[in-house]
């Protein structure tokens, strides 16, 4: 496996996002439906898929193939033996420049895998990392990495997603200084484990970021940073806790809310003033993770997408793609590091 | 240090719990009214703090002592050089029988270090950990540990947690048989860091626990099993960020609520089916983290502590010293250490 290239974006207008149509709880139809709109709204698109598993397209085209890696089935394996999935197709496409993007709402594992193992990680990246957001009611997001890419970690890896997670806030977001915050256990520079204590040193020393110190779980909603940066175990827990509380909150108040006539009728009046706020922590409008790090744009939605969600991948896929994010990425990451000539990326450990 | 002695219960009914009338944000009022409501309701209380700071105790009985460490004093420090402070009289209390139990709303680090070195640890304790209720509505919280306070973890502290989570289940809120999960990335073994790969081997192969397997972060609220074991770094993030969005939401909801006059017309009607769901996620109902593991009971209150999350915090104190929670704790870790020949685990069964 070779380092990947820096992609030309001037190459990328124009290109299909490479959309796998059979990844997600509702694939093929909610894809289908979300990549037609996505087309209606001026985005190119190829749908990656078995044609006996995708049925009609609607006139979208097809790049076919013959497997597809399950949702729960074990990312790497699935990924080394199934070199005719949707996944590994669709990351191929991107690397060889048949596609301007890929987005796969399917096994998050397989995709990130098939990502890196294709594209391969852009130069003097230590690895790829998960960009997800955190809302914040009425502003742009702010950026949470690593949201489940890398359970270890080291400080260069953090700091790398910090620079890779700020250059994502600018492109995606409109961030145009964004501010850095490391999750800790505490604001002071001593507190937390020794990977956050090293990874605080070297961003406080200058790491090319704008660093604003520690944050604390407490912070995340809403985000007083624009970017949040945690080692992946943390980020998965951290995300997934935030998501089970949201989503336990709504359903116990839409329950009380039903208990009588009383109540049914208040909630009635009530909530259309409540629906922005649910609609700020919808994943619909959010669409999906950004894998960072790899030598073309991948992103990962959340299982249960719907064709809104899909819809809104892809369009954001083609805009980061064609508006230069890989290039930008690459830039953030370049100044930590003076790779020795000759030097090879090593992937697929 | 000194190992910890092991407490005979039937000598703690009667005696005081030592309450640092000087520690949290709204003492020492809150944590007078507090310990006035509990005095009440049959818990003898006996303050600790310096009396030009406690001022009129309305009849309390007071420990005088010179010092205070403050809420943002280094713990380490603080419990080192102010030898005279109410935080490490009230554990010398405890560790010379003279309280049955200790209660601060102070510094916690502080409270945490202060009670390890002048109570100690049980035997066979690695660490202490804290123990924070998750809160199931309607029924039995559940418990995590460890919720803060170790940073950093080897496997057999967290099978240690694990086993005075359950032992604490049990005597706090009456679960018979704790099922106990390890927070992690994914539900397979085979996920999580080393750390946590490690521990779910570990009690896989019996730790006389019920080991229920991972849980992730989507799991907390409301937890599937009774105990949810982590390191304190990932304990004291998640913990924060559910806080930090639980409030947010509440504070959002309150203030669309409040939009016009239809809406704060409805919400008149609907806040009294909402306040049960209000109280639940409150942490004055809760009563404050636990320490576990060391040789004697010490409630930690939050910062910003009412009287009545004051009152409740004693009189479980009270409950627990007396009611032989060390004693529970004790026995729980023992199995782990050196079983001497022939000696078989029972915790848990």
Known sequence: LTRGRRPSTETLAGLPVAVDAVGGDHAPAAVLEGAHAARRD???VLLVGPPERVGDTGGLDLSACTE??????DPAQGVRRKKDSSLVRAAELVRDAQASAMVSAGNTGATMAAALLRMGRLPGVLRPCIATPLPRLGGAPAVLVDAGANAECTPTMLVQFAQMGAAYATERYGVSRPTVGLLSIGEEASKGTPLVKETHAHMAGGA?????????GRDLLPSPVDVVVTDGFTGNVTLKSLEGALR???ATLLERFGTDER???AADVLLPYLAPVATEFEPDRIGGAMLLGVAGVCVI????????????????AYQLATGGLVEQLARAVAPTEAPAPGERAVVGE
């Open 42 to 44: 001026g985005t190119p």
């Open 68 to 73: 597809v890696i399950a949702m729960d089935e």
């Open 208 to 216: 090319g970021v704008d660093f604003a110190g520690n944050v604390e």
């Open 248 to 250: 336990f909150l709504f």
């Open 263 to 265: 109540s049914r009728a």
């Open 301 to 316: 939605g959340h299982g249960s997408s719907s064709a809104t969600a899909i819809a809104n991948a892809i369009t954001s």
